[in-house]
C-alpha cells in the first residue's frame, strides 16, 4: 500500500495529466467545432475530479490545505511542461524555467512552516 503522505501526491499527479490534457489536449484538434472539444474535455475533467477529489480527502489527514493547493501547482506545472514539450511539441524557454522557480520557492514557504 501506498503511504499515507505519498498516496495524494501520485492521485494529484494523475488528475492532473488528465486535467492538462482536458485543457490543452484539443489544442491539435482545431478543425473540430468548439462544442465538440469542450464536451470531450468536460468528459476528460470528470475522472481528474474522480482522483483529485480523494487526493485532497485523504491527504488532508497529513497535509493542510494550503499545503495541498500548493502541491497541486507544483504538479501542474510538471505535468504542463511534460505535456507542452512532448504533445504540443513546444520549446521551454529559459523564462519559463525562471516562472517555475519563482513558483518553487513559494512552495517551500509552505512547506517551511512559520518563519
Known amino acids: 500500500?501506498?503511504?499515507?503522505?505519498?498516496?495524494?501526491i501520485v492521485l494529484l499527479t494523475m488528475s492532473n495529466?488528465?486535467?492538462?490534457?482536458?485543457?490543452?489536449?484539443?489544442?491539435k484538434f482545431t478543425d473540430r467545432p468548439l462544442w465538440v472539444v469542450v464536451l470531450v474535455?468536460?468528459?476528460?475533467?470528470?475522472?481528474?475530479?474522480?482522483?483529485?477529489?480523494p487526493a485532497n480527502r485523504y491527504g488532508h489527514a497529513v497535509y493542510s490545505a494550503a499545503e495541498l493547493k500548493t502541491m497541486q501547482?507544483?504538479?501542474t506545472l510538471i505535468v504542463f511542461?511534460?505535456?507542452?514539450?512532448f504533445y504540443l511539441k513546444e520549446a521551454l524557454t529559459i523564462?519559463?524555467?525562471v516562472g517555475f522557480l519563482l513558483i518553487a520557492a513559494g512552495a517551500f514557504f509552505v512547506f517551511k512552516g512559520p518563519l
Not at 495529466?17 to 485543457?23: G, K, P
Not at 511542461?81 to 514539450?85: G, I, K, L, N, R
Open 73 to 75: 501547482e507544483v504538479i
Open 95 to 97: 523564462n519559463h524555467a
Open 41 to 53: 474535455s468536460w468528459g476528460i475533467a470528470f475522472f481528474e475530479y474522480c482522483l483529485a477529489v
Open 1 to 8: 500500500m501506498i503511504s499515507p503522505s505519498l498516496l495524494p
Open 17 to 27: 495529466v488528465f486535467m492538462t490534457t482536458a485543457w490543452y489536449g484539443h489544442l
Open 81 to 85: 511542461a511534460f505535456f507542452s514539450v
